[in-house]
C-alpha cells in the first residue's frame, strides 16, 4: 500500500510504499509491481507461497533521488531485452546498512561482497544485471547520467563494482547517506540537496580511489588512457581486425600497462567481445529485419554459432530470443 508520511520541506518530493497491507500471496507480487519500472524482481514458487516484507521511502529533490529500501532475500534483474525498450539510464549507487549482496552478475567476472559487511553496489542502469540480495536495509542513490560522467572518466566501468566498509573514506560516506536518510524529515530541500550532492561526490571519489582514477598526476593519465583505449574500441567494433594486438600497435602504449588498464573488465580481449555483444544486441533491436548471422559477421565474429553462444553466455537467450523478448515486452506496454 501506498500510504502519506508527515509532509516534509517544499521541494522535497516523498513517497511510502509497503507489502504489509497485501494478503502474503500477494506481498511479493505487490513488490514486483511497485518496483517494475527499473528492475524486474524474478520470485522463485517458494517465495510466492510465503509472506514477504518489503517497504521503501522515496526522496526527489530536483534531479535526485534517494530511497531508504528494507526487503527479505531478492533476485533482481535488468535484462538487455528490458533496457531495449526503456529509457532509464541513470547510475544508481546501492549503500547496504544491514545485510548486503550475495552476488551480483553482468558482463564481467561474476562479484561477491561479505553480507556481515556495510558495502556499495555501483550500476549503470544501461547495461544488464543479475543481482541476487540478502535480506537487507540499502540506501540508494540516483544520479543522473551527466552527473556521474562528469565527475568520473569512463563512467561506464563503475557498473557491477563492489567497495567494502574497510577504509577511513567509506566509514565517512555510510556515515553521512545515513544521517542524512535520518535527517530528511527536518531538513530544508536546499540543505537536503547539497547533502545529497555531497554524497554524489563521495561515491565518486571511493569508486575513483578503487579504480586508481583520482588524486595524482599518473591517475590522470591512466585514466586518459583508459578513455583513449576505449573510444577507439567502440569507433572499430565493426572492424574484424580489432584485438588486443592490433590496438597495442595502433595506439602504441605500454602491454602491462594496458593490461592491467582492464584486469577489472576481465580482460581486455574480454571487453572488447563484451562491446561487441553489447553491440550487437542493440542492432538485433534497432534491425529487427537484419539476418542475425549478418550482425555477426558485421561484428568480428568468425561464425552465427561462435557468436550464438558467447551471446547465449552473456545474456542467458539466444539472439533471436531477445527479438521475440523485446516484441513481446513493447505489444503489452502498447495495450
Request: hydrophobic share 45%; glycine share 6%.
Amino acid at each position: 500500500m501506498v500510504c502519506g508520511r508527515p509532509a516534509l520541506a517544499p521541494g522535497i518530493s516523498h513517497s511510502h510504499f509497503n507489502v504489509q497491507g497485501e494478503v502474503p500471496q500477494r506481498q511479493l507480487l505487490a513488490w514486483r509491481d511497485r518496483v517494475g519500472h527499473i528492475i524486474d524482481v524474478l520470485p522463485s514458487l517458494a517465495q510466492l507461497e510465503n509472506p514477504f516484507s518489503a517497504s521503501i521511502d522515496c526522496y526527489a529533490i530536483g534531479e535526485l533521488a534517494f530511497t531508504d529500501c528494507r526487503t527479505d532475500p531478492l533476485l533482481l534483474e535488468r535484462s538487455v531485452a528490458r533496457i531495449s525498450t526503456d529509457s532509464i539510464r541513470d547510475y544508481v549507487f546501492h549503500v547496504f546498512i544491514e545485510g548486503g549482496t550475495e552476488s551480483v552478475a553482468g558482463f564481467y567476472p561474476q562479484r561477491r561482497s561479505a553480507p556481515s559487511v556495510a558495502s556499495i553496489v555501483a550500476l549503470d542502469m544501461n547495461q544488464p544485471v543479475r543481482m541476487q540480495r540478502n535480506a537487507c536495509r540499502v540506501l540508494t542513490f540516483f544520479l543522473p547520467r551527466a552527473l556521474v560522467d562528469a565527475a568520473f572518466p569512463d563512467a561506464e566501468t563503475l557498473h557491477g563494482r563492489v567497495i567494502e566498509n574497510t577504509t577511513p573514506l567509506m566509514r565517512l560516506l555510510i556515515e553521512h547517506v545515513a544521517s542524512l536518510n535520518q535527517n530528511m524529515a527536518s531538513i530544508s530541500a536546499s540543505e537536503a540537496g547539497r547533502a545529497l550532492r555531497v554524497g554524489a561526490q563521495l561515491l565518486v571519489a571511493a569508486f575513483g580511489k578503487q579504480a586508481r582514477l583520482s588524486g595524482t598526476t599518473r591517475a590522470a593519465v591512466r585514466a586518459a588512457m583508459f578513455g583513449q583505449v576505449r573510444r577507439y574500441i567502440q569507433a572499430n567494433l565493426h572492424q574484424a581486425e580489432l584485438s588486443p594486438e592490433s590496438l597495442l600497435i595502433a595506439l602504441q602504449l605500454p602491454r602491462a600497462t594496458l593490461y592491467r588498464l582492464f584486469e577489472h573488465e576481465g580482460g581486455l580481449g574480454a571487453y572488447i567481445r563484451n562491446c561487441r555483444l553489447r553491440e550487437a544486441a542493440d542492432e538485433l533491436v534497432r534491425f529487427p529485419d537484419l539476418a542475425v548471422m549478418n550482425i555477426a559477421y558485421g561484428l568480428g565474429f568468425k561464425s552465427a554459432s561462435d557468436f550464438t553462444r558467447a551471446f547465449r553466455r552473456a545474456y542467458a537467450m539466444a539472439p533471436q530470443d531477445l527479438r521475440a523478448h523485446v516484441f513481446e515486452l513493447r505489444r503489452v506496454r502498447g495495450k
